[in-house]
């Protein structure tokens, strides 16, 4: 009896720790995963280096799209918009126009080319300061356009497992999933050092904290 062949994944892969978190959950599933990074021109390239050595560690194939966003709109992108350090429920000043939109339309077109079942990415809705392209409606809405746009999209599962999760929680199951939290970036800036004052880095202290563990990039 021949073995059954394992189903593929592309995995969008920002080197943040909910994308590490769910390319370890999609392996955990048993899913060949291939991870999608995506250079779009962010100021700073931690999170891709990031993002890159998580790819590694993990063994899964992984690449690198470069993309250009030349209209900016973000403080990512954008070195005269400044990264706010309040934290607020409002759209945030580093939200990237239609990112999530562009990823998974990538992903889905890579998805549908290589024949993979499957599409993760690390989105959750909870704790975000307003998001819109991280919220369950966003992820109906772009699921159902898939089915409807694509030959294969019915075939393919769009997956969130993140998305009702808080970052505690998330957390935890990272560690449970032997996810490297010490390869992982979550600061907007590009320093050496977490700045510990952007609201990324804000609820990144505050899992840990809810998750009784120790942040590897916290130097003590």
Same mark, same amino acid.
């Given at each position: ?12 892969? #920002?080197?943040? $720790? ?6 370890? &959950? ?12 995506? @250079? ?17 560690? #993990? ?7 470069? *993309? ?9 992108? @954008? ?21 999530? *939109?562009?990823?998974?339309? &990538?992903? $889905? ?12 990415? +690390?989105?959750?809705?909870? @704790?975000?300061? +307003?998001?819109?392209?991280? !919220? ?6 772009? *699921? ?18 993140? $998305? ?11 560690? #449970? ?26 609820? !990144? ?7 009784? *563990? ?7």
């Amino acid at each position: 009896m021949k073995n059954k062949k394992p189903q593929q994944a592309v995995v969008l892969l #920002s080197g943040g $720790l909910d994308s590490a978190t769910t390319l370890y &959950f999609a392996q955990a599933q048993g899913y060949k995963c291939f991870c999608l990074i995506f @250079d779009y021109g962010q100021i700073h390239k931690k999170e891709t280096v990031a993002a890159v050595r998580i790819a590694k560690k #993990s063994g899964c194939a992984y690449g690198v799209s470069k *993309i250009s966003l030349p209209w900016k709109g973000s403080a990512l992108l @954008d070195r005269k918009i400044k990264v706010s350090e309040k934290i607020t429920h409002r759209v945030a000043d580093t939200y990237v126009p239609a990112r999530n *939109i562009i990823f998974l339309s &990538f992903a $889905l077109s890579f998805a549908e080319t290589i024949k993979a079942q499957a599409i993760f990415i +690390g989105a959750h809705a909870q @704790d975000y300061s +307003g998001y819109p392209d991280c !919220r369950p409606e966003f992820f109906k809405a772009f *699921i159902k356009m898939a089915k409807v746009g694509t030959v294969a999209g019915k075939k393919i599962k769009i997956l969130a497992p993140l $998305l009702n999760m808080g970052k505690g929680k998330i957390i935890k199951l990272g560690r #449970s999933l032997e996810v490297p939290f010490n390869l992982t970036w979550s600061c907007y800036r590009g320093n050496k050092n977490p700045c510990g004052r952007c609201d990324s880095c804000y609820y !990144r202290v505050k899992g840990f904290k809810e998750a009784g *563990i120790m942040d590897p990039l916290i130097k003590i």
